[in-house]
T-cell receptor, first 114, second 109 residues
């Protein structure tokens, strides 16, 4: 296993609600990235956190926000949920933020918005 | 970020046949990584290619990076049912990865 743990594994929310997903990075990894993977698609980069600061963001609206804590664990928050937010949300950690660092994915959180 | 295009979208092979998936970019890539995702699972890192023209092998898997660093391929020799899954290439943009749409491989026993 990768040592990256995510919770919850599955959840169902209603349109308009808010959701918080959590991720514990692999020990010693200071960089956490979040990805959204819709069914049949490749993972799409949401944002990355490095030492508690946002370090890059993909093409996602501001209602997608995040946090990284001093122990490098992280949260992804999504407000005003829409049906299209239904997807697998993947957290990935890496030893550092530079190019060439391998990322290790967690098992993901399956979010269904009804 | 950049966008990498991956073909084919699907590939169905008989066990023992070979399989290749291709990844193309309109711009030069700093490096490229390959991942495998089993059905219901999460992407798992396979390999990273950095140098122009680089070729790396992992048992029956052969990875190539083009001379211009704009394309890459993954070739599996003599597929097995354990090879089933979706194979993704991903551009590494300072540790922010932009994934292709993947090639879903189905292997018939």
């Amino acid at each position: 296993e990768t040592g990256v743990t995510q919770s919850p594994t599955h959840l169902i929310k209603t349109r308009g609600q808010q959701v918080t997903l959590r991720c514990s990075s692999q020990s010693g990894h200071n960089t956490v990235s979040w990805y959204q993977q819709a069914l049949g698609q490749g993972p799409q980069f949401i944002f990355q956190y490095y030492r508690e600061e946002e370090n890059g963001r993909g093409n996602f609206p501001p209602r997608f926000s995040g946090l990284q804590f001093p122990n490098y664990s992280s949260e992804l928050n999504v407000n005003a949920l829409e049906l299209d937010d239904s997807a697998l949300y993947l957290c990935a950690s890496s030893l550092d933020r530079g190019p060439g660092n391998t990322i290790y994915f967690g098992e993901g959180s399956w979010l269904t918005v009804v | 970020g950049q966008q990498v295009m991956q073909i084919p979208q699907y590939q169905h092979v008989q066990e023992g046949e070979d399989f290749t998936t291709y990844c193309n970019s309109s711009t030069t890539l700093s490096n490229i990584q390959w991942y495998k995702q089993r059905p219901g699972g999460h992407p798992v890192f396979l390999i990273q290619l950095v140098k122009s023209g680089e070729v790396k092998k992992q048992k029956r898997l052969t990875f190539q990076f083009g001379e211009a660093k704009k394309n890459s391929s993954l070739h599996i020799t003599a597929t097995q049912t354990t090879d089933v899954g979706t194979y993704f290439c991903a551009e590494d943009n300072f540790n922010k990865f932009y994934f292709g749409s993947g090639t879903k491989l189905n292997v018939k026993p």
